[in-house]
């Protein structure tokens, strides 16, 4: 039995189900003495919205009863119930600073991120299926207007409402774990979700500059890795209790993928694009963003310990082994 309560604080998930490999949207209620708190918000859908009701009226709650939301990071599914509890209840909304101008959907930066995004899949030797993509987000760009965050933003600061403000970077640039340290509770956002591994996404940061999420992610989980924990509480699937073993496992996954990809680039595969074709085969044309994401990330993570090296060729880069 996961036990939820801890001396005058108490934990309700909200858990909703989706059918992909995400298995369900999870966000928090966390009372203490003093506030109720909404950590993250899940998706702007029905189901959602009625899963947070039921949540709140199932132990006593109301809307009204919600003084506070702290956000893990900046994407949809963690941010989807924003507008509609703000509009009805005025609440502080608190996130990374680093979260403000994709919350905003900050035009100039939005569009800076399509330029970022055009040169990365050049470089990568991506051809049609990067422009295919291109295209999509100049589309996402109008037509996700709509989920503009419309309330005033506030930043965190390094301690709030009992809980230790953790930077864990890798998923997402702005991703921060809250830490409960007397009950032993971290909220993770998608750091460590307990059936899947979590992609570590490429994304540039606010100078437009490339991040180099993979290596941030396996920093975060060794970070994580050294908290005492009790129970993890993961934006999707189930929550977790032995977090420091499944670290362990993701940690060795990332080895894993690695090598494969050493070993593709050792038979002479040098462009990310090709690699990212070769090892992923179907995934590549339905998942390529993703797809995208985690080639580069391992290669960076390769480069990293020196394993391998680039050099840019007609504007593409060219992997071999050192
Ligand atoms: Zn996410």
């Not at 035009?107 to 990568?124: G, H, N, V």
């Not at 403000?165 to 409960?180: K, L, T």
């Not at 009790?230 to 362990?248: A, N």
């Given at each position: 039995?996961?036990?939820?309560?801890?001396g005058s604080s108490a934990v309700y998930p909200i858990k909703v189900p989706v059918e992909n490999s995400l298995k369900s949207f999870n966000f928090f209620?966390?009372?203490?003495?003093?506030?109720?708190?909404?950590?993250?918000?899940?998706?702007?859908?029905?189901?959602?919205?009625?899963?947070?009701?039921?949540?709140?009226?199932?132990?006593?709650?109301?809307?009204?009863?919600?003084?506070?939301?702290?956000?893990?990071?900046?994407?949809?599914?963690?941010?989807?119930?924003?507008?509609?509890?703000?509009?009805?209840?005025?609440?502080?909304?608190?996130?990374?600073?680093?979260?403000?101008?994709?919350?905003?959907?900050?035009?100039?930066?939005?569009?800076?991120?399509?330029?970022?995004?055009?040169?990365?899949?050049?470089?990568?030797?991506?051809?049609?299926?990067?422009?295919?993509?291109?295209?999509?987000?100049?589309?996402?760009?109008?037509?996700?207007?709509?989920?503009?965050?419309?309330?005033?933003?506030?930043?965190?600061?390094?301690?709030?409402?009992?809980?230790?403000?953790?930077?864990?970077?890798?998923?997402?640039?702005?991703?921060?774990?809250?830490?409960?340290?007397?009950?032993?509770?971290?909220?993770?956002?998608?750091?460590?979700?307990?059936?899947?591994?979590?992609?570590?996404?490429?994304?540039?940061?606010?100078?437009?500059?490339?991040?180099?999420?993979?290596?941030?992610?396996?920093?975060?989980?060794?970070?994580?890795?050294?908290?005492?924990?009790?129970?993890?509480?993961?934006?999707?699937?189930i929550i977790i209790k032995d977090h420091q073993i499944l670290i362990k496992k993701r940690l060795e996954a990332i080895e894993n993928k690695a090598n494969?990809?050493?070993?593709?680039?050792?038979?002479?595969?040098?462009?990310?694009?090709?690699?990212?074709?070769?090892?992923?085969?179907?995934?590549?044309?339905?998942?390529?963003?993703?797809?995208?994401?985690?080639?580069?990330?391992?290669?960076d993570y390769l480069e990293s310990a020196e394993r391998i090296k680039k050099e840019r060729v007609n504007g593409v880069w060219e992997f071999s082994l050192?």
């Amino acid at each position: 039995m996961i036990k939820l309560k801890y001396g005058s604080s108490a934990v309700y998930p909200i858990k909703v189900p989706v059918e992909n490999s995400l298995k369900s949207f999870n966000f928090f209620l966390y009372q203490n003495e003093d506030s109720l708190t909404l950590i993250d918000t899940g998706m702007d859908n029905e189901t959602c919205w009625n899963g947070l009701l039921e949540t709140l009226s199932k132990n006593k709650f109301s809307l009204y009863d919600i003084d506070q939301i702290m956000l893990t990071h900046h994407h949809m599914d963690h941010i989807g119930l924003v507008n509609r509890i703000t509009s009805k209840h005025y609440v502080p909304v608190y996130a990374h600073e680093r979260s403000l101008l994709r919350l905003k959907r900050d035009e100039s930066f939005l569009k800076r991120r399509i330029d970022f995004f055009e040169l990365l899949y050049q470089e990568a030797g991506c051809g049609e299926r990067g422009q295919k993509q291109i295209s999509y987000l100049k589309k996402a760009l109008h037509n996700n207007k709509n989920q503009t965050i419309q309330t005033d933003i506030r930043p965190f600061l390094s301690a709030f409402c009992d809980f230790k403000i953790i930077e864990m970077p890798g998923h997402a640039d702005d991703q921060v774990a809250f830490y409960a340290e007397n009950e032993k509770w971290l909220f993770a956002g998608d750091l460590l979700i307990n059936h899947i591994s979590s992609n570590a996404l490429i994304e540039p940061d606010i100078n437009g500059r490339r991040s180099t999420p993979l290596l941030d992610h396996i920093e975060s989980l060794k970070k994580a890795v050294l908290l005492e924990a009790e129970l993890v509480f993961p934006g999707h699937g189930i929550i977790i209790k032995d977090h420091q073993i499944l670290i362990k496992k993701r940690l060795e996954a990332i080895e894993n993928k690695a090598n494969k990809l050493y070993h593709l680039i050792a038979k002479g595969i040098t462009r990310a694009n090709d690699l990212a074709k070769t090892f992923y085969k179907k995934k590549y044309d339905q998942q390529f963003a993703l797809v995208m994401s985690e080639i580069i990330g391992h290669l960076d993570y390769l480069e990293s310990a020196e394993r391998i090296k680039k050099e840019r060729v007609n504007g593409v880069w060219e992997f071999s082994l050192v």
